[in-house]
């Protein structure tokens, strides 16, 4: 009798997986469902309580007082290369821009910065990986808007793109300006 119902639980496997299946085929049909999509549980809350060292390296507390994009990064990630051009077009629009090198030496974050341009006004190094935990960070890029208060706003996973800034950050940017 057991072992008839140990034949169940693949059974059992298949049918909640379908279940998913089926409930993410009907979001993309209703242009609900975006793959990339990863929530945040940040929104909306101050960032979590960290303290960086870096060049000059940076605190929770130092984002607060004024809107702040905060960009997650490494030397070895190849979609933080592509996206160099555009956080350099938003550093020259004056937007202000922070950057943590995420698992990273610093000499390799120099090089990467050397080649690519840096917009950072402050740069943090989170080489052991722990402060990105706590932001809930899945992977680099990474990019999240601070307002005046230290609360997240807003977040994007991948590399910025020019209609990503004027679709999506540059209306919350006017909105928390």
Same mark, same amino acid.
Do not use: H
């Given at each position: 009798?057991?072992?008839?119902?140990?034949?169940?639980v693949?059974f059992?496997g @298949?049918?909640?997986?379908?279940a998913g299946?089926?409930?993410?085929? &009907?979001?993309? #049909? *209703?242009?609900?469902f975006?793959? !990339? *999509?990863?929530?945040?549980m940040?929104?909306?809350?101050? =960032?979590?309580?960290?303290?960086?060292?870096?060049?000059?390296g940076?605190?929770?507390?130092?984002? @607060?007082?004024?809107? @702040?994009l905060?960009n997650?990064?490494?030397?070895?990630?190849v %979609?933080?290369a592509? *996206?160099?051009?555009?956080?350099?077009?938003?550093?020259r629009?004056?937007?202000p821009?922070?950057?943590?090198?995420?698992k990273?030496?610093?000499?390799?974050?120099?090089?990467?910065?050397?080649?690519?341009?840096?917009?950072?006004?402050?740069?943090?190094?989170? &080489?052991?990986?722990?402060?990105?935990?706590?932001?809930?960070v899945?992977?680099?890029? &990474?990019?999240?808007?601070?307002?005046? #208060?230290?609360?997240?706003?807003?977040?994007? @996973?991948? %590399?910025?793109t %020019?209609d990503? =800034?004027s679709? &999506?950050l #540059?209306p919350?940017? !006017?909105?928390?300006?």
């Open positions: 009798m057991n072992r008839r119902l140990l034949l169940l693949p059992g @298949v049918l909640v997986a379908g299946f089926l409930a993410m085929l &009907e979001r993309a #049909q *209703e242009g609900k975006d793959p !990339r *999509e990863v929530p945040s940040l929104i909306g809350k101050p =960032v979590p309580r960290f303290t960086l060292p870096g060049d000059p940076f605190a929770s507390t130092d984002l @607060v007082g004024r809107p @702040v905060v997650w990064f490494a030397s070895w990630c %979609p933080c592509e *996206e160099a051009t555009v956080l350099m077009d938003l550093k629009a004056g937007v821009i922070w950057g943590i090198a995420y990273d030496k610093p000499a390799d974050t120099a090089k990467f910065l050397a080649r690519y341009g840096s917009p950072y006004a402050r740069l943090g190094r989170d &080489e052991p990986g722990r402060v990105a935990i706590d932001w809930g899945t992977g680099v890029p &990474e990019t999240y808007l601070i307002d005046a #208060q230290g609360v997240v706003r807003w977040r994007f @996973v991948g %590399p910025m %020019p990503t =800034v679709a &999506e #540059q919350i940017l !006017r909105k928390y300006a």
